[in-house]
């Protein structure tokens, strides 16, 4: 029987904006289009692992406010149990994200708000559930220190711990040493260990370089080249899966993360775990948005029956 998934990130409220320009300051445009939904690492990683399957507990912290609703609903259709410090003095985070009509580049600002006041003592209100998981995920959004405490909690209670290391930070040897995998993509990889990632081979050198520092594994993700595995005995390549054209990649290192959890909660090992992963984010990508791209299992499955 699979065991409990516990992951600790933040929810924040992505608005897209797509407009030809930037408006200049004082100055009024009007827009092409705007699209409100659901975001953050962590819970686009729960949406995932809870729709693939897996028994999912998100730990964070929410304002009191119509994007706390929002969260919640986002959860409640992918079957994500959430564990929440409500924050009435604060608010629900948010993203304004910018997006120019003729290219697609965009420009963001986040405000992360409660996320942003995520603390150690949160996670210690947790202990017990997250020393009872089979899987403990995190990822660099909220407060270093917090994720910092749970990865201890998790480790001292003998469960499988996952580092997305991600956006970029620098992060102690000691943080590391209790990380079982940690899964940073190309640009976050060279970002952590300075190695530029440009192949497989560099790919190598930086999941080699973590587990230098203390890491028990590393997958670099590596977009449409699938993932690199690599542990202290072994190192595997990935493929990726071709689910159909492409859409939107935001989502897809969610997806990924997601899938593994589930895959190893279930006992599968990590090589079958990174295959799970690699299909769950071949699917996302095929789907606009973050949290609604999330395949169910039965799309997961269908496709690795393909190859």
């Known amino acids: ?133 089979a899987v403990f995920v995190t990822q660099l959004e909220q407060p270093m220190a917090a994720a910092h405490r749970a990865l201890a909690i998790a480790r001292r209670g003998g469960v499988r711990t996952i580092l997305n290391p991600a956006p970029a930070a620098a992060i102690s040897d000691e943080m590391l040493a209790l990380c079982d995998i940690v899964t940073p993509n190309e640009t976050e990889a060279e970002g952590i260990t300075g190695i530029a990632v440009t192949d497989l081979e560099t790919a190598r050198q930086a999941a080699a370089a973590l587990l230098a520092r203390g890491a ?16 202290h005995t072994q190192t595997v390549h990935v493929a990726a899966f071709n689910a159909g054209a ?28 990174v295959r799970f992963g690699c299909a769950t984010a071949a699917i996302s990508v095929t789907r606009p948005g973050t949290a609604p791209a999330m395949p169910s299992r039965a799309e997961i499955e269908a496709l690795l029956a393909r190859g």
């Open 216 to 231: 028990g594994a590393a997958i670099v993700t590596l977009g449409e080249n699938g993932a690199l595995y690599h542990d």
């Open 1 to 133: 029987m699979a065991g409990k998934i516990v992951i600790l990130g933040v929810f924040v409220a992505d608005t897209a904006y797509r407009a030809a320009r930037q408006p200049r300051m004082g100055e009024t445009i009007l827009g092409q289009s705007f699209v409100l939904g659901p975001g953050g690492k962590g819970s686009n990683q729960s949406v995932a692992a809870a729709q693939a399957g897996g028994d999912v507990h998100f730990i964070t912290r929410l304002g009191a406010d119509a994007f706390a609703d929002m969260a919640r609903d986002t959860w409640a259709r992918a079957g994500v149990t959430p564990e929440i410090t409500l924050d009435p003095q604060s608010y629900t985070g948010a993203a304004y994200i910018f997006v120019e009509d003729g290219t697609g580049n965009n420009a963001i600002i986040i405000a992360p708000g409660a996320a942003a006041r995520i603390s150690c003592d949160d996670v210690d209100a947790q202990a017990a559930l997250i020393s009872g998981a």
């Open 246 to 273: 492409v859409v939107e990649t935001t989502g897809a290192g969610d997806a990924f993360n997601g899938g593994l959890a589930t895959a190893l909660a279930e006992g599968m090992d990590p090589i079958a775990a």
